[in-house]
């Protein structure tokens, strides 16, 4: 069976703290492959418009370029409405029947859990997975069944990346060097 993780986020742009989640839990759960899910609009962030699909598309893919365990999956992307993680789940459960999944979250998305999209039957397919993020209260209660992966602390955020490129400050060290160069070149967060 095979042993599958799901990472999903607006990755705008996709940064370190991504990816460490993804390798942390990779290694922790001994998973054969980390699914990169870009949403095509996330029920919860719109405050601000994203840079076209297919741009934030290119930064994942630029990003794990070399993991062999990190993959793209851009389901998402071609339904081109709200992004759901149920629908989601429901088109890898169908595409790969015999694989165990495991959704891949930050602790600060597990406290709004209950607000997304039948959480219930999020749960019958994936086991929620929290990587242990600077912050995090290791005694919050558990109102629903999750894993615990701890990783590195780093404290780095999309909004932070996006402002400190509006402000035209230095994003080295915050999201790997092929991202910072296919930003620059697109002008994105400008």
């Given amino acids: 069976m095979k042993r599958i993780g799901i990472l999903g986020g607006s990755f705008d ?13 990779a290694e922790a759960l001994k998973l054969d492959t980390v699914f990169f899910v870009p949403a ?11 840079p076209e699909a297919s741009k934030r598309l290119v930064m994942v893919k630029e990003a794990i370029k070399g993991n062999k365990a990190f993959k793209i999956y851009d389901g998402e992307l071609r339904r081109r409405q ?3 993680t149920i629908d989601t789940l429901k088109e890898l459960d169908a595409k790969y029947p015999k694989s165990k999944f495991y959704l891949l979250m ?14 219930q039957g999020i749960l019958k397919l994936a086991n929620l997975v929290v990587l ?20 590195p602390a780093v404290d780095i955020s999309s909004s932070d990346i996006r402002q400190r490129l509006k402000t035209k400050k230095s994003i080295w060290y915050l999201t790997p060097k092929a991202v910072i160069r296919y930003i620059k070149r697109y002008r994105l967060y400008v």
């Fill in 13 to 25: 742009p996709i940064h370190f703290g991504h990816l460490l989640m993804a390798q942390s839990a």
């Fill in 40 to 50: 095509f609009c996330s029920p919860f962030k719109t405050s601000h418009p994203l």
């Fill in 106 to 119: 930050g602790a600060d998305n597990l406290k709004t859990f209950h607000h997304w999209k039948d959480p």
């Fill in 82 to 84: 709200v992004s759901y």
């Fill in 132 to 151: 242990n993020r600077p912050g995090f209260d290791k005694n919050y209660p558990k109102r629903w069944p999750f894993l615990i992966v701890n990783m």
